[in-house]
């Protein structure tokens, strides 16, 4: 009778989690979701200017519902779109990511990269990244099949958008000024902040930073001097989460509590969003209580 009473158990735990991993990997990772964030950082009486902000895409050539459903999102009339990068999973991405962001790209925009828009994917343990974050060193990289990154940097360029890849400028958005500072991935040591470095700029009506991964010495430069709202992506919201606990990794320095969403970023002013993204590592195709996102930010007076 006990034999028979722990193979149902045993049964039943591996019933569970079979559903599970189907939800996880049928059905959350393609409930693609809106956010919607009021920031206060603008002057007194200013009118709101909306930013969209789109991170992780890990595009396959093939995923016509995800490219559709970012095309969408230009009927949401946003006055400046902030790509934060790991926009392709496949050396074939290009035209999907272009799909998807084609109705946006006459919108004023900003982009960095991710170490994804360089390199593929290769199989790697998931669970590695609940132990450290994920290798990204020069060996690693050297396994990885090579991305089209130029042939994406000139499409966006060409559309006007602007390039914050270790780079610095201003651009008009909703009829204000918006000063930009962003940078490469610091995931793999391409981000070079000191170049771009030094206080905001008094004639920009607000101030954004920008990156890839939340890395704690770019955060903290940036917050420094004195930008508003750092944007970033890179850890998924955690991808694989459990309720009432949350993000179980952000696959680098930033704290769990951070994973996803609008914080204030510690020991400053400066406001922090970090993107859930839109996709998955190809590998690792799941969503667990973290289904992906985009985010409407719309800033407003302090």
């Not at 994973?259 to 590592?281: E, I, Q, Y």
Request: charged share 20%; net charge negative.
């Amino acid at each position: 009778m006990r034999k028979r009473s722990l193979f149902a158990l045993g049964s039943a735990a591996v019933a569970a989690g079979a559903a599970t991993f189907a939800y996880a990997s049928l059905v959350e990772r393609n409930m693609f979701t809106l956010r919607r964030f009021d920031v206060p950082v603008l002057e007194p009486d200013a009118e709101p200017l909306r930013i969209l902000h789109i991170s992780d895409l890990h595009m396959m050539p093939d995923q016509r519902r995800k490219q559709n459903w970012v095309a969408a999102l230009g009927g949401l009339d946003p006055d400046l779109v902030i790509v934060t990068g790991d926009n392709m999973a496949d050396p074939e991405s290009v035209p999907g990511v272009l799909r998807a962001l084609d109705p946006l790209l006459p919108v004023p925009g900003a982009f960095v990269f991710g170490s994804n828009d360089y390199r593929g994917p290769r199989l790697k343990n998931p669970f590695s990244y609940l132990v450290r974050p994920s290798s990204e060193y020069e060996e690693d990289q050297l396994k990885r099949p090579n991305l089209p990154t130029e042939e994406l940097r000139a499409a966006l360029t060409d559309a006007g958008w602007a390039d914050l890849n270790n780079a610095r400028t201003v651009i008009k958005a909703g009829g204000r000024s918006v000063e930009l500072a962003g940078v490469d991935d610091p995931h793999i040591s391409r981000d070079d902040y000191p170049t771009v470095a030094g206080p905001i700029s008094s004639g920009a009506d607000v101030h954004l930073g920008v990156t890839h991964t939340p890395a704690a010495r770019v955060l903290n430069a940036m917050a420094d001097d004195g930008f508003d709202l750092l944007l970033a992506g890179h850890t998924h919201g955690g991808q694989v989460c459990v309720p009432f606990y949350g993000a179980l990794t952000t696959n680098c320095d930033l704290p769990r509590s951070m994973a996803k969403g609008l914080h204030r970023w510690p020991g400053s002013d400066a406001w922090l969003h970090v993107s859930a993204g839109l996709g998955t590592h190809p590998t690792a195709p799941v969503r667990f209580s973290c289904p992906p996102e985009a985010s409407i930010l719309t800033l407003i007076p302090r």
